[in-house]
T-cell receptor, first 116, second 114 residues
């Protein structure tokens, strides 16, 4: 049973602070890792993906991957109230037949609230 | 460009009734996925298709659930008979050909079985 665990939250940070979201996964064969943001009542939308150890930055978002520790995180710098949402960590199935990165196992999500 | 289109957006039905959810993937995408989201179980993959062929249906909960993709632009997820525990948001998603392409979710179908 492949598992993806996220810090339970909810997480509350003040506006302008750094929000740190964490995720661990059980399948050492996993190759690609995704962070999705989901606003209440909406569908998940992709923020970032990462597949190499280290950091990947995109604007205010930084994804960090450590395959040895089976750990992936998302940092949101200069948090804004509009960042308030549920953040979902997802891991793709390395045995998905190479069709795409769509066969994903999701964590339960971390609810982030950024207060003014 | 139109995104993934799902219908109905909301449905309330009585236990025992048949429910059919519909999905139109993004044009040119060749992989289609059905996910279900509940508070208890989170977001979980039910089934996915590649080039209209079902590849993995291991997430389909039981025989009451069935999915079809008769052509590249249409898929259905059917529940017969429906039960209250089937109440959830059902997301359809699609992705274009090629390794490394991410998926795009539709807005979801909110199903309530009473």
């Amino acid at each position: 049973q492949k598992e993806v665990e996220q810090n339970s939250g909810p997480l509350s940070v003040p506006e302008g602070a750094i929000a740190s979201l964490n995720c661990t996964y059980s399948d050492r064969g996993s190759q690609s890792f995704f962070w999705y943001r989901q606003y209440s009542g909406k569908s998940p939308e992709l923020i970032m993906f990462i597949y190499s150890n280290g950091d990947k930055e995109d604007g205010r978002f930084t994804a960090q991957l450590n395959k040895a520790s089976q750990y992936v995180s998302l940092l949101i710098r200069d948090s804004q109230p509009s960042d308030s949402a549920t953040y979902l960590c997802a891991v793709n199935d390395p045995n998905a037949g190479g069709t795409s990165y769509g066969k994903l196992t999701f964590g339960q999500g971390t609810i982030l609230t950024v207060h003014p | 460009d139109a995104g993934v289109i799902q219908s109905p957006r909301h449905e309330v039905t009585e236990m025992g009734q048949e429910v059919t959810l519909r999905c139109k993937p993004i044009s040119g995408h060749n992989s289609l996925f059905w996910y279900r989201q509940t508070m208890m179980r989170g977001l979980e993959l039910l089934i996915y298709f590649n080039n209209n062929v079902p590849i993995d249906d291991s997430g389909m909960p039981e025989d009451r659930f069935s999915a079809k993709m008769p052509n590249a632009s249409f898929s259905t997820l059917k529940i017969q008979p429906s039960e209250p525990r089937d109440s959830a948001v059902y997301f359809c998603a699609s992705s274009p050909p090629g390794i490394g392409n991410t998926i795009y979710f539709g807005e979801g179908s909110w199903l309530t079985v009473v």
